[in-house]
């Protein structure tokens, strides 16, 4: 759909205007479906990781349909505040928010293996997450210098990191099946490489929506393919579609509230990460959509409704929320900037998140096809992580932050028993991998100057000049 065909060069620019709603409508599905799989797949992770929801019998089906159900709802809720507004909150630009990938390195750990129960200290950590979120936008300003890519970047790549794991386990089986014959199989395999195969042929041989779409429909091929091998039953499809209600409304406090110090300070801590995407994400949308820098009124809003957001949705059982980088590349590939186009979106993921049936078929998805969808989705990750570092200045000083920080992060994800001993809120944070690497390159780009990065450049300019 192009540009010109839904207003003039003038109206495109402007936020504010509001094509005309039978174009606006699909728009805003378009920028729904460039999510939609990434904003409910960490709520069947998690799920997995305590083990609850999977298998066509089982008795927590309702608990993991519900997670979906909060994810979608929460989404649509959360992007309505950065498009529409409420005082302060909200930045007033095409924003999409959606659950975060970047707490799963903590979330999975605080629950891995305590099923529905540990529930209630996750979404404690996500409330008060939420709010010390909100409150980082009263001086998102002021600590950027904190932030340059050398930190970003290695945090965003930590985070892939930690998840790539996750989509091989899914592939291979999912983690209830390590240990039995058919975990590895080639048949699990199969169905993941047949998601791997066709998101790459649609990402890479199609264009416009099909291409935006690539991963949805990576995912539906392998769903049907599930079907044929019978890795997934038809059986299953209609027992989930039948039991899942209709229609149903969120409920607060579903599974409880408790304070964890391990979750609090995790979600806090990467409340910081969260914030300093979604500056990335304003002035990328600014940029590409309307060809100017983002304001400080914008950048301030925006994290506020990514605070507000989060934390209204963990009283109802969501998840963190934060900007969805697919989208800046959707207005940039569209050049439509009208915040009311993503409003339609947002509509339409509240309407979802109404009707569990849509839960219920989402949840039917064999996690071995998942697993093909996140190999990806996390690779991603990496990928976008390395694309960031890829603008630091690579001296002497920048080479040391990164390679302490990088050994000390991925070595603890790789040997957690390393710190077996600490307490166990402790323990949590530290197997991340995640907080102790952001910590150092945060510390040690603070505290080494940049004047010994001059000079240690200078060095080694001045030796290869005297050896030519």
């Not at 590939?333 to 409003?343: A, C």
């Not at 979106?345 to 509240?350: N, T, Y």
């Not at 809120?425 to 004047?451: C, K």
Request: proline share 5%.
């Amino acid at each position: 759909m192009a540009g010109h065909e839904i207003g003039t060069p003038q109206q495109l620019r402007d936020p504010n205007y509001m094509p005309p709603i039978y174009k606006a409508v699909p728009l805003g599905i378009q920028h729904v479906l460039a999510m939609f799989v990434s904003n409910v797949t960490p709520a069947i992770i998690v799920a997995g990781a305590a083990g609850f929801g999977f298998g066509s019998n089982s008795p927590d089906f309702p608990e993991l349909l519900y997670l979906i159900q909060m994810s979608m709802l929460f989404a649509g809720l959360a992007t309505l505040l950065q498009t529409v507004t409420i005082g302060p909150v909200g930045a007033a630009l095409p924003i999409v928010q959606g659950t975060s990938f970047a707490f799963l390195p903590i979330m999975i750990p605080l629950v891995a293996g305590k099923g529905v129960d540990a529930l209630a200290a996750l979404f404690g950590g996500v409330i008060i997450g939420g709010l010390f979120h909100a409150l980082i936008g009263t001086f998102i300003g002021r600590i950027r210098f904190a932030l340059p890519p050398l930190v970003t970047g290695l945090v965003v790549t930590m985070i892939g990191l930690a998840l790539v794991r996750v989509g091989i386990q899914y592939a291979a089986g999912g983690v209830p099946a390590i240990g039995t014959p058919e975990y590895g199989s080639l048949l699990n395999w199969s169905a993941a490489l047949v998601v791997i195969f066709v998101t790459l042929g649609f990402k890479f041989f199609t264009r416009g929506m099909l291409a935006i779409s690539a991963v949805l429909l990576g995912l539906l091929a392998g769903y049907v393919y599930a079907l044929l091998v019978g890795i997934l039953s038809f059986e299953a499809v209609t027992g989930s579609w039948e039991r899942a209600a209709a229609f149903a409304l969120p409920q607060p406090f579903k599974y409880g509230f408790e304070f964890s110090v391990a979750a609090i300070i995790g979600f806090c801590l990467m409340a910081f990460v969260s914030a300093v995407e979604t500056v990335g994400d304003v002035s990328g949308i600014t940029k590409g959509g309307a060809g100017r820098e983002a304001t400080d009124r914008e950048i301030t809003g925006a994290t506020y409704a990514d605070g507000v957001g989060t934390a209204v949705a963990g009283i109802f059982g969501g998840f963190p929320n934060t900007s969805f980088s697919q989208n800046v590349g959707l207005i940039a590939m569209t050049g439509v900037m009208s915040r009311h186009v993503v409003t339609c979106g947002a509509i339409f993921l509240i309407l979802c998140g109404l009707v569990p049936k849509v839960g219920a078929v989402i949840r039917t998805i064999p996690i071995e096809v998942l697993g093909g969808g996140v190999i990806v989705m996390f690779g991603m990750v990496v990928a976008a992580g390395v694309s960031m570092l890829s603008d630091v200045n690579w001296n002497r000083r920048n080479m040391v932050i990164f390679a302490v920080a990088l050994s000390v992060g991925l070595g603890l994800q790789l040997e957690p028993d390393a710190v077996a001993y600490l307490p166990d809120w402790a323990r949590v944070l530290m197997v991340s991998g995640l907080l102790p690497a952001a910590a150092i390159a945060i510390g040690l780009n603070l505290l080494l100057p940049e004047e010994l990065a001059d000079e240690a450049t200078e060095e080694v300019t001045g030796g290869l000049s005297g050896h030519k």
